[in-house]
């Protein structure tokens, strides 16, 4: 059910209807018991009134006190022979007013209407109901008054309270079906306020509760990655800084010393430049993991975004005595944020650039496939060790020898090229060629867009 409102709705109007039904059951119940009762007393006094009859002729008044009696110990009523008129014919009372009390009504056949009330406190079965039945000839009445009600209404009780206990449970099961997820809500929120940035409530129920849970495992999933990328820029930072703050007092030191102050000068701005980058550097890393949400999505070409890749880095490459060799198979135009994937494939470019041999190419490679978009980037360098393919996009991470901070890495580059390429739902791969290393990128296909889309001025 997705909505608590229709929950409650539902669940009280169910309620309500199997309460009209089990109080109309019981009061259909009530009422033929009233009349199979009413019915029995009145055949049995039919039977009983020509034995009183023969009695009372026979007999005279004694005989027919002696059989009142014996019939009130059958059935414990108050018995009384009368003739037509409601004369008793034991005790010459007037009776006339039962007589009529006892004469059946519309709608009741069984009893007649209320007679004399019982002594006794307020509650059940104080109006106690008369019959009456008539001789064939219609000369003799033989009345009883109902000294115990024909109907016993605290003998229900038990159906009323099985009714009340079934619309109990039902409000009970509703109460527990909104407080339990609540419940879980809070337990959620107390263990995330104290620390478990890991705690998620996990609902999948489609209501209002549902949703409100939902929201929150997005928010925590949202504060989670923000903080987490809070403290690893602070772990990176206080990590990183520490041999660059060390050269450049050093560095000012020999400002302030040397004899060579222009060495000195130039050696202090290395340093000044080495640290800004770091710096930079790491800010990028943290803000492209810490800001999913400020995505720019735009279509563009990945054939243009590599050809002025390539040309801006040729003069880094002219530097290193290599080529920058594009190839491309087709057109692909996607959609995706511009400025991160940018930086992602320039970083790996620039990368491969660093450590490609003079002489060498560093090829690039554009080409669809049925399960990813693929742009790889393969230099001819020593490659990796293959044990440390694994770690090469974490932050900060260098491999010792051809490729460390002694050549101008920070560790950062293919750091920030992993998480942007995660941002976009895709891949980084790194295969050692032998020689050198190719990096893939494997984008999700339905980025892929039709090539007639606008895009995007690239430059």
Request: charged residues 25%; contains cysteine.
């Amino acid at each position: 059910m997705k909505s608590i409102l229709a929950k409650i709705l539902l669940w009280s109007f169910g309620t309500l209807l199997i309460s009209l039904i089990a109080f109309a059951g019981i009061s259909r119940l009530l009422s033929a018991r009233a009349f199979q009762r009413g019915e029995l007393l009145r055949s049995a006094l039919s039977d009983q009134v020509e034995l009183a009859r023969q009695a009372f002729e026979t007999g005279g008044r004694e005989q027919l006190t002696s059989f009142l009696n014996r019939l009130h110990s059958v059935l414990p009523n108050d018995h009384y022979l009368t003739d037509a008129d409601g004369k008793d014919l034991v005790t010459g009372e007037d009776r006339s007013s039962l007589l009529a009390q006892a004469r059946p009504r519309p709608g009741r056949p069984g009893f007649g209407r209320p007679g004399p009330r019982r002594p006794g406190p307020p509650g059940f079965g104080r109006v106690r109901p008369v019959i009456a039945a008539p001789t064939a000839d219609g000369r003799y009445w033989l009345i009883a008054v109902v000294r115990r009600p024909p109907l016993d209404l605290w003998s229900f009780v038990p159906y009323y309270l099985l009714v009340l206990l079934t619309v109990a449970l039902l409000c009970y099961m509703l109460a527990i079906n909104l407080a339990n997820p609540l419940r879980a809500l809070r337990r959620t929120v107390e263990q995330f306020s104290q620390g478990n940035l890991s705690a998620r409530v996990g609902s999948r129920s489609p209501d209002e509760i549902g949703q409100l849970s939902r929201a929150f495992d997005q928010m925590a999933d949202r504060i989670q990655t923000l903080l987490t990328a809070e403290r690893r820029l602070l772990q990176d930072t206080s990590h990183e800084l520490r041999s660059p703050l060390a050269r450049l007092s050093f560095a000012a030191e020999l400002v302030r010393t040397a004899d060579d102050r222009e060495g000195a000068v130039a050696r202090l701005k290395k340093e000044i430049d080495r640290l800004a980058h770091l710096v930079g550097g790491l800010l990028q890393v943290t803000r492209v993991e810490a800001d999913p949400a400020s995505l720019k999505w735009h279509v563009l070409s990945l054939n243009g975004l590599l050809q002025n890749l390539a040309e801006d880095c040729a003069i880094e490459a002219d530097a290193a005595r290599c080529r920058i060799v594009v190839q491309e198979r087709e057109a692909i135009m996607v959609r995706a944020d511009q400025e991160l994937l940018r930086r992602a494939v320039e970083n790996i470019l620039r990368n491969a650039i660093r450590h490609a041999p003079a002489g060498s190419a560093v090829e690039t490679t554009l080409d669809s496939r049925p399960s990813a978009l693929s742009l790889s980037i393969r230099d001819y360098g020593p490659g990796v060790p293959e044990e440390m393919l694994s770690n090469i996009f974490k932050p900060l991470f260098r491999v010792d020898g051809a490729r460390d901070a002694a050549q101008g890495g920070t560790g950062l580059g293919l750091a920030i090229a992993q998480r942007a390429i995660s941002l976009h739902r895709g891949a980084l791969v790194a295969i050692n060629m032998h020689p050198g290393l190719l990096v893939r990128i494997d984008l999700p296909v339905d980025l892929r867009v039709p090539a007639n889309s606008a895009t995007v001025n690239i430059s």
